[in-house]
């Protein structure tokens, strides 16, 4: 395929989003949009006249729909407000990192208690852990079994936008991928974490993203693994050979930066008041439009229709996403086309004036000596399961490796799943405490 026909396929992209926004009131529409011999999008959508909402024309975009007040106020609460609202005490930290950028750290504090840190995926933020509300949310869980939960957000999502010099609407604020994430703000988030508590060290729960950005850290600042009781990796993404997401896919297939800079010229699909409406205007409680919802919100990660709280999304959509830069996208599509873990690929002349080597250097996984355990799903299309067990061979303190028992289990299942807990949650928290234990046991014989 020819650069003009990937420049107008792309079009074709930002007119399907376009598309959904002109469809008569009163009439029911077919859209598809097909790249190369994929098809992204098929769904019918059927008009808002239908669903009896009343859109005003003016200014100020109102939706009126028959969603329950309490998730939809769910879906305007920010991280801090929803632990709040549910009546656990919130709190909020600012962390600037060595180069700059303003992080948000929330907090469910629980004074005295061992520190866990929660760390989000891809285009997700700290509101993952508990959007879904008490008693169905690994944050809150995690408070309820004893331990003070701390929830991260790295540079560039809803809560991380600020910076000592650069506001995000600076190109320069943009220039980084998941590599620095790993470098500056786990790092620093750990630091602040443990000053504030006087603890010597954390467990860490990373999903997703969550759990690249930690790889990281172990491989470019080893010296940060003896911070770490007890690392669980939910969903962990570090090789994507078999990677099954179209989305990953399709960005592996495409080089050019110009290209990806139609969808987001330095923050990809940015969270604007325009996005949050168009995704509630989507995503309801109503039945005609569930499977549209389903559809797109799961085109990068599978779906698992049985493990989805198809109330619960307006709040989905209410936080997500989150944010992105375009440069850490195109990391992503870098690991699948080329295989490896490994650092940003800027072309053989600028990888030799970057890294002294023509290619990127890839991570060392062996630096990553904190005791790992590592939870993973037969249906999750960016962490195949071959792909998790070929990281289990490349890190050296995996002490625990579990294939979740429902073959359906899909990427965001780990965090939303209706079973989650049945499924997986009661496994990894009678291992963090079998690992309590047995530091405890340690500490005492010393």
């Known amino acids: 395929m020819g650069k003009m026909a990937l420049i107008l396929r792309f ?18 529409a077919d859209l598809s949009l097909i790249f190369g011999n994929m098809t992204l999008f098929n769904v019918n959508f059927k008009s808002p006249a239908w669903l009896g909402r009343s ?5 100020n975009v109102r939706i009126d729909s028959d969603v329950d007040p309490n998730i939809l106020e769910d879906s305007h609460l920010n991280t801090y407000g929803l632990i709040k609202k549910y009546g656990y005490p919130a709190e909020n930290y600012t962390v600037v990192t060595d180069d700059g950028y303003k992080l948000t750290l929330h907090r469910i504090a629980r004074p005295g208690a061992t520190p866990v840190l929660l760390v989000h995926g891809l285009l997700d933020s700290s509101a993952t852990w508990v959007m879904m509300g008490p008693g169905k949310a690994l944050g809150y869980l995690l408070y309820e079994q004893g331990y003070d939960v701390w929830m991260a957000n790295v540079r560039g999502n809803t809560y991380s936008r600020g910076h000592i010099k650069y506001t995000h609407n600076h190109a320069k604020y943009w220039d980084f991928t998941f590599h620095e994430m790993g470098v ?27 759990t690249v950005v930690f790889w990281i850290m172990g491989s470019e600042r080893p010296e940060y693994m003896k911070k770490i009781i007890y690392m669980q990796a939910l969903a962990p993404v570090a090789y994507l050979q078999h990677c099954k997401s179209p989305v990953v896919n399709f960005l592996a297939e495409v080089h050019s930066s110009f290209i990806l800079k139609l969808i987001g010229v330095h923050e990809f699909l940015p969270q604007n008041e325009f ?17 549209i919802c389903s559809n ?17 999304l307006p709040v989905v959509v209410g936080h997500a996403p989150a944010g992105a830069s375009t440069k850490q996208m195109q990391h992503f599509g870098q690991l699948r086309r080329s295989g490896a873990f490994r650092q940003f690929d800027y072309g053989w002349l600028r990888n030799h004036w970057r890294y002294n080597s023509i290619t990127p250097p890839e991570y060392k996984l062996e630096n ?9 799903g037969e249906n999750d299309w960016l962490a195949q399961p071959s792909d998790v067990e070929a990281l289990s061979l490349h890190l050296p303190n995996v002490v625990s490796q579990h294939l979740v ?16 807990r049945e499924l997986l949650w009661d496994r990894m928290l009678s291992n963090m405490k079998s690992i309590d234990r047995e530091q405890l046991g340690d500490n005492l014989t010393a």
């Not at 949050?276 to 109503?286: A, K, P, R």
């Not at 990553?368 to 993973?376: E, G, I, P, R, T």
């Open 11 to 28: 079009e074709q992209l930002l007119l399907f989003s376009l598309c959904l926004t002109l469809v008569p009131f009163e009439s029911n």
């Open 55 to 59: 859109i005003p024309v003016s200014n």
């Open 184 to 210: 500056h703000d786990i790092p620093s988030s750990i630091d602040f974490i443990l000053n504030k508590t006087g603890f010597p060290q954390l467990h860490y729960v990373g999903h997703s993203q969550g």
């Open 275 to 291: 996005i949050v409406m168009f995704n509630q205007l989507i995503c309801d409680e109503t039945t005609i439009t569930k499977e």
């Open 296 to 312: 797109v919100i799961f085109l990068t990660t599978g779906f698992d229709k049985s493990q989805l709280n198809e109330t619960m």
């Open 368 to 376: 990553v000596q904190a005791k790992v355990a590592l939870y993973y």
């Open 405 to 420: 028992n429902y073959p359906k289990f899909n990427h965001l299942d780990f965090i939303w799943g209706v079973d989650a």
